[in-house]
């Protein structure tokens, strides 16, 4: 049981574009995502928490309007680079808490590899 | 503010060797601190945690053991096989309100590599 998934795997976009990563709870609901950056032998990064139905709150540094985050249902969130630069390359994984679990333990997500040319 | 320091990896043993990935952390008030494992091509999975002093994490065969007077939460494998070659990261959340606030900070990861 809880599963996470995140769609794409993997992703190569052009300078500029933008680009939309999935982050879904398969079999349970996630009152609670997280959504991380991971550089290569780096440590992740927490960029935002978002809570189902509200704003997300970003981290510091982290640019909100270059990040879009909406986490519309108990079972999806999504994370939209927008205007892509190559700088933004890297390793984005979500992770979600069970709802009425406590906030303790996080399951997550696969990882989507983004790579901008 | 808070955070996580593990050794640095890689890490190569032989099955059936000990192991050990030290893990320290700096947090003011009572964190709880867990480990996670990433295995080729999968996500983070919690591996083991423990909430407060002096508790033992388990599981697989795996322990770690919260010392607050230490600052340590050091992962320890009596016998590794090939299948526990993996991504080891040491994580802490909370802290400063006693409790979980859900915002893990996480170590850089430890690579263990076991061979045959």
């Known amino acids: 049981g809880a599963v996470v998934s995140q769609h794409p795997s993997r992703v190569i976009c052009k300078s500029g574009t933008s680009v939309k990563i999935e982050c879904r709870s398969l079999?349970?609901?996630?009152?609670?995502m997280f959504w991380y950056r991971q550089f290569p032998k780096q440590s992740l990064m927490l960029m935002a928490t978002?809570?189902?139905?509200?704003?997300?709150?970003?981290e510091q540094g982290v640019e909100k309007d270059k990040f879009l985050i909406n986490h519309a249902s108990l079972t999806l969130s999504t994370l939209t680079v927008t205007s892509a630069h190559p700088e933004d390359s890297s390793f984005y994984i979500c992770?979600?808490?069970?709802?009425?679990?406590?906030?303790?333990?996080?399951?997550f997500g696969p990882g989507t590899r983004l790579t901008v040319l | 503010g808070n955070s996580v320091t593990q050794m640095e990896g890689p890490v190569t043993l032989s099955e059936e060797a000990f192991l050990t990935i030290n893990c320290t952390y700096t947090?003011?008030?009572?964190?709880?601190l867990f480990w996670y494992v990433q295995y080729p091509g999968e996500g983070l999975q919690l591996l083991l945690k423990?909430?407060?002093?002096?508790d033992k994490g388990s599981n697989k065969g795996f322990e770690a053991t919260y010392r607050k007077e230490t600052t340590s939460f050091h992962l320890e494998k009596g016998s590794v096989q090939v299948s526990d070659s993996a991504v080891y990261f040491c994580?802490?959340?909370?802290?400063?309100?006693?409790?979980?606030?859900?915002?893990?900070?996480f170590g850089k990861g430890t690579k263990l590599s076991v061979k045959p």
């Open positions: 992770s979600g808490t069970l709802a009425g679990g406590g906030t303790d333990t996080q399951y």
């Open positions: 978002s809570n189902e139905g509200s704003k997300a709150t970003y």
């Open positions: 079999d349970f609901q996630a009152t609670t």
């Open positions: 423990a909430t407060k002093a002096d």
């Open positions: 947090a003011t008030g009572y964190p709880s």
């Open positions: 994580a802490l959340s909370g802290g400063d309100y006693g409790g979980s606030q859900g915002n893990l900070i």
